[in-house]
Structure formats: structure tokens, C-alpha cells
């Protein structure tokens, strides 16, 4: 995975769907190579694998640390859906847990497949491919997101839309930005336009139900998706979170915020960073220089320039020793030590013992 200093503005969809990702009908099966064992019935379809970067190079290991795939990509992604996104030369492909290719690196960008499909890019255009490396949807948007809850959003010319997987127009093209649906809300933007770097501004943000009728009118500066019945919203420069109502859970009033995680939410007041809970108390008082939300009992957090992990009594459970941290997830961190985008992959357990890299 790609060397990245923890950013905590990705929380928020400041959302600029340029990102996503976008049909053509015109490909054939036998542009596809299939892969006509099924491997994803295998035991090993079931374990974890995680990627990792070592001399430039990609591959996977299990939770104990044992390379499962050899290091031979030039990159590769996480699993979704027991497949995971490759790339060997120019293009990208599909591995699945064997490792084995089960499409041609044919895609100039592909993604993880949300609900059996994956978007994938050719000749400059977006389409959908199924788990069966079938373009189900073909290559003929401008942009578009992932499927969820049965529909993706898509831009086809000036306007996003929402189609199904049969690339059927569900919920008619009128919106400027449109994001995937979460919790049977999608948020979507009227009034942005693109600025000088590429990038979505101006405009208000609300949600919508899978009817297209606004559930929550657009009046936000920045919002995220729904996640356990609750949303981020900015109005002005201050951080708020609110219900699938569009009431308030906690008031716009800060600096900064996530949404609440493990009972906590991660805030700024000021120039520091801690933690709340959902009554605006604070749990852990403002003292680090950035942090992340709590996953799996632990959060990361920097403290005179490096990262580490405490608990939700604010202990350090791990030193705070790295330059660069993501969150526990299945057990594991990816950690680094350095300040090189090219830096190669540490993973520890929640003990701090390194399982891989060090």
C-alpha cells in the first residue's frame, strides 16, 4: 500500500467524486481471461490477507505474517469481496486468494468490488465489471461510484444519475455531484462547480432516498455518508454530526470532528485534537497534534511528531514512535518508521510486537 502520512480530512466526503470512478457494452468476454477453477469455494478464500510493500514491490501475508502472495506487484490492494485490485506493468488487474489472475491487468484503473461489482476504467471511460470478469455495464461515463444498495451513481454528461446493475436509469440525471447510498441515504450536491485544480466547490449538500426525493434539503458546506444513523455536516467552518431527520445530534461548533466511533468522536478545539462523547463531554482532554477515530479499542494519535495508539482511558497502549500510522483493522496496523513516500510496510498487532516488516 502506498506510503501516506495520516490525513484526518479523509473522514469527510469534501466530496469530490473525482475519485470515482465511471460503462462499454463493445467489450466482449474474450477480452476477459477467466479463470476456470474456482478457487474462491477454497478454505483459504476465508483468510486474511493483507497487502504489503517491500522494495517496490507488492504481495500479501496472513495475520501471522507469512507471505501467502509473493511480492511481485507494482501495486495491490486490499481484499473486497476475496478479490483484490493488482497492477503489473501499466495497467491493473484482479487476482483472487490463491493468487491466482482471474482478468487480464487490462484496466487503466479498476476498483474493489462493492456488491459484486467493480468499477473499472478504459479508453478514458467508466463501466462496471461483475465478480465473474463480465463488463456488466460498459465503459461509457464520465464518472461514477460504487454500487450500494443496488444502485451507483454515474455522470454522463453535465449530470449525475443513479442506475441499477442492469445500467437502467432509477433516479433521473439533475444532480451536480452524487455520491453511493448508505444507510438508504445518498448524499448529493446542487450548485458545485470545478475549480482550476480539478476539484468540486461552492454548492450545498443534502440527502436523498432511493426515489430521489430529498429526505434532508441541501444547506451543508461538506458532509460525509450515513454510518450507524449518523452523518458529519459543516455549516460555515464549524463540524457537526446529525440524524437520517436532519437533527442535530451534535451542534456545529467545531473545529473539526468525526463521526462517533466505539461511543467516542474525535474533535479539534483549538489547536489540539481528543476525544467526545455523543453529550459534547470531553473524554479525553485536547492534547495531541492529529488523531484518528477509535477502531477496534484503540485510536491512533501524534504527539511531538509521532504516531502511536492509547485506549479509551487515553493510555498509551503503543508507543507513540512512528512517522506514519493507519488504524487497527482484523487485528493488524499498517505502521511506518521514516519519512519516504517509498517506504516499506511494518504491520504490529495491538501488543505493538511487529508481526511483519520490521
Known sequence: MKYRYVLLIGVLIFINQRNSYAQSDSLTSNYLKHNKNDTLNNEKSNQLLFAVKKDGLYGYINNHGDVVISLKYDYASSFSENI?????GKYFGYIDKMGKDISLSQFE???QFSEDYALIKISGKWGFIHKSMHIQIGTIYQEAGNFS???APVKLKDKWEYIDSEGKTIIESKYDIATSFKEGLAAVNNGAVINNYGKYVEGKWGFIDNKGVFIIEPQFEEVSSFSNGMALVKIGNNYGIIDKTGNYIIK???DWLSLISEDLAAVKIGKNYGFINEA???IIKPQYEEVLPFSEGLAAVKINGKWGFI??????VIQPIFDAITN????????FIGKSYNLNSIYIDKTGKYIWGK
Open 280 to 282: 459534547g463531554e470531553k
Open 84 to 88: 483484490a485490485v493488482v497492477k503489473q
Open 311 to 316: 485506549d479509551k482511558k487515553g493510555t498509551f
Open 109 to 111: 484503473i479498476a476498483g
Open 149 to 151: 444498495e443496488g444502485l
Open 252 to 254: 456545529p461548533k467545531y
Open 328 to 335: 487497527f483493522k482484523n487485528g493488524l496496523a499498517e505502521v
